[in-house]
């Protein structure tokens, strides 16, 4: 059975907008091994980042559907992140991309998951990229967001092209 899955992307090192960018076109090729399929991408907002200091964060977050567990997905991910030179070394530090499960149409509470995302509810640059993309939740979070203060300043919208393969930060404010 197809599961949907809403995945946050964050980058605020290097190109940005290259790496978010990077990161669709690779969670669309998991076309192939995880039957992902891209269902929408939401705007692109720009935010101060939160612990040390460091420089702000592009995020965004693409809706897929996948026949796949979400620890598959989620290893998946990290391969991704790995690939577009991610490394851990300062917990909430800088990094050149981050891919977060947001949330899932089936909750998941283990050591290694939390879905919805445990920190969902306190960022307006989850929150507000989540609902471009599943405005069908803005009964649940739209209230939460206006309470945070509202959606981040937005930069673009990404664009996939399935032809190509390729992504692109557009200027156009029209996102979902
Ligand atoms: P963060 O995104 O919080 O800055 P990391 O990307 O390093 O930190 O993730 C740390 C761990 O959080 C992951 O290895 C994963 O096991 C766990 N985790 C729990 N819930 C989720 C989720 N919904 N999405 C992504 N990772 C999660
Ligand atoms: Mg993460």
Known sequence: MDHVFVIGLGSNLGVREHNLS?????????AL???VRLEALSCVYESAA???PQPAYLNAALRLSACCTPEALLEALHAIEAAHGRTREVHW???SLDLDILWASEGRQT???????????????ALAPLL???PELAVHYAPVLERLGGPPPVRGTLRYDPTSGSCELAASAQCG
């Open 93 to 95: 530090g800088p990094r």
């Open 33 to 35: 091994p995880l039957a």
């Open 50 to 52: 939160i612990g040390p």
């Open 132 to 134: 471009d993309v599943a």
């Open 111 to 125: 050591e290694q998951l939390t879905i919805p995302h445990a920190q969902l509810l306190l960022r307006t640059f």
């Open 22 to 30: 990077a990161a669709v076109e690779a969670v669309a090729r998991l």
